[in-house]
């Protein structure tokens, strides 16, 4: 059974610093390309960063490049995003979630195949 459990989500002052994780379970980690997805109240989940299965290549939405950095540990079965500088707007429900796919086709969530429970992250002003 595979599992994706994120976790270091909370409330945050604007200009402040979170450092979500993401511990993957049950399926061979070191060959899926991870991301990152979030979900604010009343809009679509939407793609935020990903990185290929060796970490070489990442992706990541326009509206977080600069403060937002995806990394992954392959012996430790975890991906990490590192947010900087968080914004009101940052705040959402935040989602790891794995795929096969390599590339730029991974910022794009129908190719996901897993999905973790999600953390929230508040961001107040």
């Known amino acids: 059974q595979v599992q994706l459990v994120e976790s270091g989500g909370g409330l945050v002052q604007a200009g402040g610093s979170l450092r979500l994780s993401c511990a993957a379970s049950?399926?061979?980690?070191?060959?899926?390309?991870m991301g990152w997805f979030r979900q604010a109240p009343g809009k679509e989940r939407e793609f935020v960063a990903a990185?290929?299965?060796?970490?070489?290549?990442?992706y990541s939405a326009d509206f977080v490049k600069g403060r937002f950095t995806i990394s992954r540990d392959n012996a430790k079965n975890t991906v990490n995003l590192r947010m900087n500088s968080l914004k009101p707007e940052d705040t959402a429900v935040y989602y790891c979630?794995?795929?096969?796919?390599?590339?730029?086709?991974?910022?794009?969530?129908?190719?996901?195949?897993?999905w973790g429970q999600g953390t929230q992250v508040t961001v107040s002003s």
């Open positions: 049950g399926l061979p980690f070191s060959s899926y390309t």
């Open positions: 990185i290929t299965w060796n970490g070489n290549s990442t």
């Open positions: 979630a794995a795929t096969t796919v390599v590339g730029a086709f991974a910022m794009r969530r129908p190719v996901y195949d897993y």
